[in-house]
C-alpha cells in the first residue's frame, strides 16, 4: 500500500486541560523506531503535555504558542529539527484548533541528511551523571563562552570523544530560536492554566 502525505505526519492532540488524547500510528512508528518506547501510545495517552516539556523557557514558549491559537483562531508553523545519530531532520510543526476545542500538533519531516555516527545522541552506551544542554528547536549544544554549535564541534570543543562515559543531554531553547518564535508569536503574554 502507498503511503500517502498525511501517513507521515506525526500527529498528537491535547484537550482542554493539555493533556495528550490522542497520537496517530506515525508518532507510535517514530517513537519506536527511535528508542522511545517509552513515548508510544498507550504510555503518554491521559498524560499532561508538562510531563514532557522539562524546561522553563521551552514550557513558556509552548504556552504561548496555545493562547495564541486560542485567542486568535489561528494555526502557527514552525520549523524544528529532530536529529537521529546518523541524520539531521530538518522538520514543521503545526498547532491548531479542532472544532471540538482540542489542540493538534502536526509534524512533518521536510528534508534529512546523512552525518557520521554520533553516539553522543544515541538512546544506547553508558551515560554519566552530567549533563549538556540542547536546544529542543534547532538541535545546537551549548558549549562555553554562550556559543550554541551543532553536535559534531561540541563534541570537539567539550573534548567529548575522550571521554568512556558521555554526558546526558537535557533540553532548552537556544537565544536565536527563541527570538524568532518569540517574533512570530508577538505580544501575546497571558498564559493558560497549567
Known amino acids: 500500500m502507498k503511503q500517502t502525505e498525511n501517513d507521515l505526519k506525526c500527529v498528537y492532540r491535547l484537550d482542554s486541560e493539555y493533556k495528550i488524547i490522542f497520537v496517530n500510528e506515525f508518532w507510535t512508528l517514530f517513537a519506536s523506531d527511535n528508542h522511545a518506547d517509552n513515548l508510544c501510545d498507550q504510555e503518554v495517552l491521559g498524560n499532561s503535555i508538562w510531563d514532557y516539556i522539562t524546561d522553563r523557557e521551552t514550557v513558556e514558549l509552548y504556552k504561548a504558542i496555545l493562547v495564541k491559537v486560542a485567542q486568535e483562531n489561528t494555526v502557527?508553523?514552525?520549523p524544528f529539527r529532530c536529529d537521529a545519530p546518523t541524520a539531521r531532520r530538518f522538520m514543521e510543526m503545526q498547532v491548531s484548533r479542532l472544532p471540538n476545542g482540542s489542540y493538534e500538533f502536526a509534524s512533518v519531516i521536510l528534508r534529512t541528511e546523512s552525518r557520521g555516527f554520533q553516539p553522543l545522541l544515541s538512546a544506547f552506551g553508558k551515560?554519566?551523571?552530567?549533563?549538556?544542554?540542547?536546544?529542543?528547536w534547532c538541535k545546537k549544544i551549548a558549549v562555553p563562552p554562550e556559543r550554541w554549535v551543532e553536535v559534531e564541534?561540541?563534541?570537539q570543543v567539550l573534548k567529548l570523544f575522550n571521554q568512556s562515559v558521555l554526558?546526558?543531554?537535557?533540553?532548552?531553547?537556544?537565544?536565536?530560536?527563541q527570538g524568532k518564535l518569540l517574533a512570530k508569536l508577538g505580544t501575546i503574554k497571558c498564559q493558560p492554566n497549567t
Do not use: L
Open 153 to 155: 564541534e561540541a563534541v
Open 76 to 78: 502557527i508553523r514552525f
Open 167 to 177: 554526558p546526558q543531554i537535557t533540553h532548552g531553547i537556544c537565544p536565536h530560536c
Open 127 to 136: 551515560k554519566g551523571d552530567d549533563f549538556i544542554r540542547s536546544c529542543g
